[in-house]
């Protein structure tokens, strides 16, 4: 059993940090809103008043907020991770995040003697709850192979990518992929419904040939129930394309798809669809 401090309990946060607990650790947890907590601390979990106080106790700290501001504010200050932080400890990062930060934190934490990875997650509320997240890393290979049996409990396709920072470039690569996808499942079904045809058995004909992908068989289905419940919200849909065009500007490249897929995603969000979960864009359309 390893002491554990877990922070942000959301949509995604909540089933990784149970599937920790229901492994057998202890967990430490701390999320501003402690009502989102209340399950896990029912379990067993301790609550703790500040993200420094979770880290006083954890071996290893798990963070996934919102935005990067949100790391920020609990990694740093008088009340943050690295406040609370020993020698040897490791803090793992699960945000999509800005590379600069991670590579931030990472000195930060170097600076106390601890291990700092980022290791932001793709799969959605399904992959958290179901234990398969694809998980990316940045960080020392070493001090990866020490937590890998923890980051096993939470996700299936677990990748080495490089170091600090490399993590989040690897998740900026998936986001730009998954923005141009979910325009091409979206015109897709418009294109079939207007065409007349039963959006369901297209659907049983595409999604396991070439068009297959994750978003074809996961999304698609949500959009044709009407089902718009946040497996990722669209405001941090947004905020993680904003943080892919600002890199690609800094490496000298043009991403017209995502800077398409990004203005589109802004319009619904103006119309009050921020807190809908990125299904939603079929919406556009309407």
């Not at 740093?76 to 699960?94: K, N, T, W, Y």
């Not at 799969?123 to 890998?148: H, P, Q």
Request: proline share 3%.
């Amino acid at each position: 059993m390893r002491k554990i401090g877990f922070i942000g309990t959301g949509v995604m946060g909540k089933s990784m940090a149970q599937h920790l607990q229901q492994a057998g650790h202890q967990l430490f947890v701390y999320t501003r809103t402690k009502s989102k907590a209340e399950e896990l601390i029912s379990e067993g979990a301790v609550w703790c008043q500040t993200p420094a106080e979770a880290a006083q106790e954890a071996e290893v700290m798990f963070t996934i907020v919102g935005e990067p501001s949100d790391v920020e504010g609990v990694y740093f200050g008088e009340q943050g991770i690295l406040a609370g932080s020993r020698p040897g400890q490791v803090v793992i990062d699960m945000t999509t995040s800005k590379p600069s930060l991670a590579v931030r934190i990472y000195e930060e934490a170097k600076k106390k003697k601890v291990d700092a990875l980022d290791a932001p997650v793709s799969g959605g509320d399904i992959g958290a709850k179901n234990g398969t997240l694809a998980i990316m890393v940045g960080g020392n290979r070493s001090v990866y192979e020490k937590v890998l049996p923890l980051f096993n409990i939470i996700g299936e396709n677990i990748v080495y990518q490089g170091e600090a920072g490399a993590g989040q470039h690897a998740k900026m690569s998936n986001q730009i992929t998954v923005a141009g996808n979910m325009i091409g499942v979206c015109e897709a079904l418009v294109y079939a419904r207007e065409a007349g045809l039963d959006l369901e058995n297209v659907l049983k004909s595409i999604t396991t040939g070439a068009a297959g992908s994750w978003s074809l068989s996961n999304l698609a289905p949500r959009m044709l129930k009407e089902d718009y419940e946040p497996g990722f919200y669209i405001k941090h849909f947004i905020k993680d394309m904003k943080i892919a065009i600002e890199e690609s500007e800094r490496m000298g490249i043009r991403l017209p798809g995502l800077s398409l897929a990004k203005k589109m995603y802004e319009e619904l969000s103006l119309k009050g669809e921020s807190e809908s979960g990125t299904q939603a864009l079929i919406k556009y359309w309407d």
